[in-house]
């Protein structure tokens, strides 16, 4: 075969990948009909296509480039790193210096007393440790039946079998099997969608007391720990009431529940902290980090676990691990992506700056006629599309119709913008400008009126 390169024309590109590329959470059927759009390269928050075309990426890729596109400085670390030590593993009495120096950088960075890290080569892999890790703490203080984790519906944690079974994702539950046993979903803190005629604050301690009523009614001695999103990402970035976060900790002191912040998506930044955590007063026994650890430059997630966590864990041992724990030129990665936020102040300048000029821009969205609300916290924001705004109404369309029309008009206005329901969800990189941010909310704006049109033409403006 010839060397297949960004040189190729674009139809080439999309034929080979059609027949050989089996892509996540996709039709692939109908992706081969249209072709998948082929991205070549990146700098800063600009992706650019196989034709040339600059598309401005308010995803930060999949929530995760937080530094942005094209530092050479990762490129450097990980060059270094291979030339040294491409590869070792951390599993028969032996470590190396990468996986050193992040655990203990991430010590430094985490908040309170969770310092000890157990590395996975994403957040799936490490939500999967989490179930094995919380059940056999309990294991291990002879309590080996509290093994129920308790999460939310429309939560998401991955995409392995573990993972996907503690997510409340439906569909996914519905292929393969899930979720496996001793898994129990409580409703999400969603008010825009739920909450009916009770006040935010009345209906996010009414969510949260929903974990209450599930540890009262499967046994304080069955349940091992709690787990869900600061704010949930791939459900549509739903930032919970200001009662929510408050009650569950309360909930999960009181009956001894292990809680655990899935920070993938939250964390190194996004909600203008270092943690969600910091940014709803949570404090979680451990945290499940992935995405912005790295930037996404090199795959790798984790769980750093608090000491009395840790002590425990330390004296077993636990029998699990995957031959890309701590990998060295990840870690070496991760490790530089975190020298340059701090250095460059980066997370302080999207807190301080950046968000609460983006959150003026995304919030004036909201008069849109086809947006029921535009909500944001740090540089992750979502506006719900509604034919109805006065009521909240959802459309009589399938879930996702709406949405998908206004992402296919973001991507003709070069903006990725994504949907997911009903939902069009925002993540740039931490490092857009304030002119990129006016840019970003102009397309959306642009998108909007034209997907308005859209659906007026075709009848679907029009409420369940
Ligand atoms: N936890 C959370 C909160 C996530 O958002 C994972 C765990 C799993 O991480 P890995 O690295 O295994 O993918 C995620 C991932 C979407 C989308 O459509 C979101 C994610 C992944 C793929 C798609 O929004 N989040």
Same mark, same amino acid.
């Given at each position: 075969m010839n060397m297949i390169s960004n040189h190729m024309p674009t139809a080439e590109l999309q034929a080979l990948d059609a027949a050989h590329h089996m892509h996540p959470f996709t039709t692939n059927n109908e992706l081969a009909e249209k072709g998948a759009r082929v991205i070549t390269r990146a700098k800063g928050v600009t992706l650019t296509d196989s034709e040339?075309?600059?598309?401005?990426?308010? &995803?930060?890729?999949?929530?995760c480039v937080n530094l942005g596109y094209g530092r050479p400085e990762l490129a450097e670390a990980a060059m270094r790193q291979m030339? @040294? =030590?491409p590869y070792y593993n951390t599993f028969f009495m032996t470590t190396h210096v990468p996986a050193i120096a992040l655990s203990a950088k991430l010590a430094e960075l985490a908040p309170g007393n969770l310092n000890h890290t157990f590395f996975a080569g994403s957040g799936?892999?490490?939500?999967?440790?989490?179930?094995?890790?919380?059940?056999?703490?309990?294991?291990?203080?002879?309590?080996?039946?509290?093994? #129920?984790?308790?999460?939310r519906h429309n939560g998401y944690h991955g995409s392995s079998v573990g993972s996907a079974s503690l997510g409340g994702m439906k569909p996914m539950h519905a292929q393969g099997g899930l979720p496996i046993p001793d898994m129990h979903h409580i409703g !999400?803190?969603?008010?825009?969608?739920?909450?009916?005629?009770?006040?935010?604050?009345?209906?996010?301690? @009414?969510?949260? !007391?929903?974990?209450?009523?599930?540890?009262?009614?499967?046994?304080?001695? $069955?349940?091992?720990?709690?787990?869900?999103?600061?704010? !949930?990402?791939?459900?549509?970035?739903?930032?919970?009431?200001?009662? +929510?976060?408050?009650?569950?900790?309360?909930? %999960?002191?009181? +009956?001894?529940?292990? =809680?655990?912040a899935d920070e993938v998506i939250c964390g190194f930044g996004r909600t203008g902290n270092w943690f969600g955590s910091q940014t709803f007063g949570i404090r979680p026994d451990i945290m499940t980090i992935a995405k912005g650890l790295s930037s996404g430059y090199a795959p790798i997630g984790g769980s750093i676990v608090s000491d009395e966590?840790?002590? #425990?864990?330390? /004296? %077993?041992e636990f029998v699990h691990g995957y031959t890309y724990s701590g990998h060295p030129v990840a870690c070496a990665v991760a490790l530089e992506n975190l020298r340059i936020l701090e250095e460059e102040?980066?997370?302080?300048?999207?807190? /301080?700056?950046?968000?609460? +000029?983006?959150?003026?821009?995304?919030?004036?969205?909201?008069?849109?006629?086809?947006?029921?609300?535009?909500?944001?916290?740090?540089?992750?924001?979502?506006?719900?599309l509604t034919p109805?705004?006065?009521? $909240?109404?959802?459309?009589?369309?399938? /879930?996702?119709?709406?949405? +998908?029309?206004?992402?296919?008009? %973001?991507?003709?206005?070069?903006?990725? &913008?994504?949907?997911?329901?009903?939902?069009?969800?925002?993540?740039?990189?931490?490092?857009?400008?304030?002119?990129?941010?006016?840019?970003?909310?102009?397309?959306?704006?642009?998108?909007?009126?034209?997907?308005?049109?859209?659906?007026?033409?075709?009848?679907?403006?029009?409420?369940?």
């Open positions: 040339g075309n600059d598309i401005l990426d308010a &995803m930060a890729g999949l929530w030339q @040294e =030590l799936s892999e490490a939500n999967d440790t989490n179930i094995r890790m919380v059940r056999t703490y309990w294991a291990e203080l002879g309590k080996p039946e509290k093994k #129920v984790i308790i999460a !999400q803190p969603y008010w825009y969608g739920e909450g009916g005629d009770k006040s935010p604050e009345e209906f996010g301690l @009414e969510r949260a !007391q929903e974990l209450e009523a599930a540890i009262n009614e499967l046994g304080e001695d $069955r349940v091992a720990a709690f787990i869900a999103e600061p704010i !949930q990402g791939a459900g549509g970035v739903i930032i919970p009431p200001s009662t +929510y976060w408050p009650e569950i900790q309360r909930i %999960c002191e009181k +009956y001894e529940i292990l =809680l655990i966590v840790a002590k #425990v864990m330390d /004296a %077993c102040k980066i997370v302080e300048k999207a807190g /301080a700056e950046t968000a609460p +000029y983006l959150k003026e821009k995304w919030q004036g969205l909201a008069d849109h006629p086809l947006v029921g609300e535009a909500v944001i916290e740090g540089l992750m924001g979502s506006i719900a109805d705004k006065a009521s $909240r109404a959802a459309f009589a369309a399938d /879930a996702g119709t709406a949405g +998908y029309v206004v992402r296919e008009a %973001c991507f003709a206005n070069s903006l990725v &913008m994504r949907h997911t329901g009903d939902r069009m969800v925002i993540s740039p990189p931490l490092v857009i400008t304030k002119s990129e941010v006016d840019t970003l909310v102009e397309r959306a704006w642009r998108a909007l009126d034209f997907a308005h049109k859209k659906l007026s033409d075709d009848g679907l403006m029009k409420a369940a």
